[in-house]
């Protein structure tokens, strides 16, 4: 079997099973089976595939059919200037979670060694970020999975950036600060919706990161009492919720309150400065 042929035969058991993209999974997929890339791929369209690279796709293309998150399929996704390794024991990294990070980070210019609290860090992606893109950067991430925390140790040794990663549940309160910035992608579905969601995320993701009754505010509230005056909290948010948090951050004292817009135009990040 050729590239090309297999590229067409994913694709169409892809298509059949419901998977939105189903020709850029097939090329991910191949091009992971292949140790290549998708423009890799598809530039070796008459290469012929030996019986072991044919077998490791089929059941590539199996998992992804089942709709298992394309993420968990191929082990490992892209975040920012990462690469982190992603399982079911963590959501995968989003998009719109690359905007918290950019508003992180305008909100940390110009200090040199900031104190930074990630909330429900989840697989480090926000941490590790941030270490990242701001070396001088002091980052805690906890979570009160224990399962996540290891994926999250893993990806900090596998970028090599230093980072404390905790076991806390947030509804105990945040750790003592003072932190110069809180950030939390914290679990904002309800439990009312979890139906409606696509079921590689209602099926897959952990639930324990999706649902959790008043997470946000409990973040909200938690960090007026340990940043430090003139720190910042910085929520990712749920779709048609920025309104609300809004109003929550103003009612909590929050000054300088502000929404900002994914990539798509829907308001998915709510910041504020503590007095």
Do not use: K
């Not at 806390?168 to 919706?193: K, Q």
Request: charged share 25%; net charge negative; proline share 5%.
């Amino acid at each position: 079997m050729t590239v090309r042929e297999a590229l067409a035969q994913a694709a169409e058991r892809l298509t059949d099973a419901g998977c939105e993209t189903p020709r850029v999974d097939a090329e991910l997929l191949l091009a992971h089976v292949l140790e290549s890339t998708r423009s890799g791929v598809l530039a070796e369209g008459e290469r012929l595939l030996d019986g072991a690279q044919a077998a490791e796709l089929a059941g590539l293309v199996q998992r992804r059919s089942a709709r298992e998150p394309l993420a968990y399929v191929l082990g490992e996704w892209g975040f920012r200037g990462l690469v982190l390794d992603v399982d079911a024991r963590v959501l995968v990294p989003r998009p719109e979670t690359e905007i918290v990070v950019e508003r992180c980070l305008a909100r940390l210019d110009g200090l040199a060694a900031p104190r930074v609290l990630d909330v429900g860090t989840g697989s480090g992606a926000i941490a590790l970020a941030i270490a990242d893109e701001h070396p001088g950067a002091r980052v805690t991430g906890i979570d009160v999975s224990p399962d996540a925390l290891a994926v999250a140790r893993g990806n900090a040794a596998r970028s090599g950036l230093a980072v404390d990663l905790v076991e806390h549940d947030l509804f105990a309160g945040l750790p003592e600060g003072p932190w110069s910035l809180v950030v939390s992608n914290p679990p904002y579905v309800g439990a009312a919706d979890i139906d409606a969601l696509p079921s590689e995320v209602r099926d897959w993701e952990p639930r324990v990161a999706l649902v959790a009754e008043d997470a946000t505010e409990a973040v909200a509230r938690g960090a007026v009492a340990v940043l430090e005056p003139g720190g910042a909290l910085v929520l990712e948010v749920a779709d048609d919720d920025a309104a609300r948090v809004t109003g929550l951050l103003g009612r909590l004292g929050y000054e300088e309150v502000a929404v900002t817009a994914d990539l798509t135009g829907r308001e998915r990040v709510v910041e504020g400065t503590r007095p």
